[in-house]
Each structure stands twice: as C-alpha cells, then as structure tokens.
C-alpha cells in the first residue's frame, strides 16, 4: 500500500487546467471498476473535509480494508481544510486524472462536491448522516447511480437520554451547528423529536464555520446540557464547547465516541475506524469484484456494534455524577 499526499496548491493547480482525463478507469459511471488498474494496482483519491479525529479514524479504517484485502494501493489523500471550494477543486482534480480508479469522500459536503464532479468513477463515501437526503443516492437499497457509502447515522434519542441520566431534573439542551451541513440539520430535527419523548426542549444556535463556535456556545446561556452532532465545523473546535461546558457546570454530550476521549461526558456511538473499514471494504467490492455501486445498498452501523462511552474525569468536571448503573453498562470509560 502506497499513500501520496500531494501539496495542495498543486492539487488546485491541476484542477484549474481543467485538464481532460488521460483515459477511461474503467468505472463507467453506475457501473464497475473492474477493468482499472489492469496491472493489479489500483490508485484511489481520497478527498477529506477537515481533520479532526473521528474523520481521521474513518480515513485510517478505510484504507486498513484495502491492507486486509491485500490489494496494490496508491492512495492520493488530500483534506480540503473544511472548506467546500477546496473540495469541488480535489474533487475535480481527482475526475480529471486518468490514474484514479475511485474516489472516497468523507462527510456529507465532501461526499456532495465530490459526486457532483465524479461521473464516470465510482464514488464511495462515509461519514454521511443522511445519504439520500443530502442527494447522494436514490435510495438506500437502490443507489442508482455512481454513488454508494455507508452512512453514520447515530441514535440520537439514546445519546440524548445520557443527559437525563446523569442530570435528571435537565429540562432544555443546546445544540450549535452549522446550518450549511445537511448531516447536523438532521441530526437536530432528530433530537427535537427525541426531546418531546424525554422532556427536553431543543435550543439552537447556528454557525457557519469553526471560529464562529464560542460565539454560538454563549447563546445557549441557561441550557442544562449541550448536544455535539457529528457537525465537522463543531467537532472541529470542540475543545471551545467543552471548555464552556464546564466553566458553566453544563454537561457536554457528544455524537461521537472520539469526543468522549476530548472531553464530553458521554456517548452512545458508532466506532469512526470501523466505519470507515465498512466503506473500505465495499471500496474492494467494486475494484476487485466488479462490484456496482448503484446496486451496492447503503451501509450502516450494526446497532450491535454501537459503544456506550462515558468520561468519569469529565462528568466531574461538569458537576455531575454518573450513576454506577450506567458505568457498569459503558462498554469503555476514558479520562480526560
């Protein structure tokens, strides 16, 4: 296996030559990349939104598959530093270069930029909530087109009943998001219902990048918890979200497990590195199989590997206890 991270100046270079692509990968759209890498090595892109460590995990699991499947892998990395124009220029760059056989995008605005440029390669992404929402798939059964993944939809309703564990008398919870990702708009519409269930009314504030995060977690004076979707621009800067957590006595709930180890209290989640490692492998499927991506159905997490992970360290930071029950049923307790 072969990883080439190139520069990303020159990655937009390339993309602004808007130069055509040098010949065909074999993929044809909805169909397979079976004809690629005739030689038995394959070269695939990988176009990243930002870095912070659940995607990170996703990128690492998924191209553990390709270890495992022992396949000749040239991987093209590049992370688009959260912003969308960065992405649509790897993501062409990526269309437009005859060496690469497939390209994986990780979370939902890399995964849309990506599959509006890529049509004549198969498109495989994760970290996507809502694959058919953010108008990836036709469905998810029946992708229909050059398109396929596995989505990281969590059990938000689970996650949110952590707070009325440990803070019983909780009445109101506050999410910051940024209001240009798909993925957390559903992640907060999901939390709403799940607050009429358990007794919590919903608080919103939204951004539109990571700097604007202290700013939207000062709105939400008064809340008795705070909820961090999967949003990348918040996920991001979560150190500033935990930080006032505990400053303000006010437990930090997280929709990811590699939250936990930064300082939320808890978590009912998904494994990011095994997810990534499902994406991987339906990734060989296509390139070694001949797999369709418009045939291959939407993955998701096995609710049987979901993990309940709790921070003890933080719940003390937050004025809380977590009851011994709770921590008797954590499949992990970290500290920090």
Do not use: W
């Not at 939809?153 to 940024?178: C, F, H, M, S, W």
């Not at 930071?317 to 977590?322: C, D, K, L, M, T």
């Amino acid at each position: 296996m072969k990883h080439r991270s190139l520069p990303l100046t020159a990655a937009l270079a390339v993309a602004a030559l808007g130069l055509t692509a040098c010949g065909d990968s074999g993929s044809g759209g909805s169909g397979s990349s079976s004809a690629a890498g005739g030689d038995g090595s394959y070269t695939v892109g990988i176009n990243q939104l930002v870095s912070h460590p659940a995607l990170d995990g996703a990128a690492e699991g998924f191209k553990e598959a390709f270890t495992d499947a022992g396949l000749d892998v040239t991987f093209e990395e590049q992370n688009a530093q959260n912003e969308q124009a960065t992405v649509t220029s790897i993501a062409s760059t990526f269309a437009n270069d005859g060496d690469v056989d497939l390209v994986a995008a990780i979370a939902t605005p890399a995964a849309q930029g990506t599959a509006s440029a890529v049509k004549d390669k198969p498109v495989v992404f994760m970290a996507v909530t809502d694959p058919k929402g953010a108008e990836l798939v036709a469905s998810d059964e029946a992708p229909g087109g050059n398109v396929t993944g596995v989505s990281d939809r969590n059990p938000v309703k689970e996650q949110l009943q952590l707070l009325k564990d440990v803070k019983p008398d909780a009445t109101t919870v506050g999410i910051v998001y940024n209001s240009g990702e798909a993925n957390s708009k559903v992640q907060v519409d999901q939390a709403k219902e799940a607050g009429k269930e358990l007794g919590l009314e919903v608080k919103e504030a939204t951004i539109t990048n990571s700097s604007e995060v202290q700013q939207g977690v000062q709105s939400l004076s008064g809340v008795d918890g705070i909820y961090v979707p999967t949003d990348n621009a918040v996920v991001s800067a979560l150190e500033t979200v935990v930080g006032y957590g505990k400053e303000q006595r006010v437990p930090v709930i997280s929709a990811d497990i590699d939250s936990v180890e930064r300082g939320a209290l808890g978590t009912y989640g998904i494994d990011y590195k095994a997810h990534g490692k499902q994406a991987g492998e339906m990734a060989v499927k296509i390139l070694k199989d001949g797999a369709k991506p418009a045939e291959l159905p939407v993955g998701y997490a096995d609710p049987a590997n979901l993990q309940l992970v709790l921070n003890p360290t933080a719940a003390e930071a937050y004025g809380v206890e977590i009851p011994a029950e709770l921590k008797d049923r954590a499949d992990q307790l970290v500290e920090g």
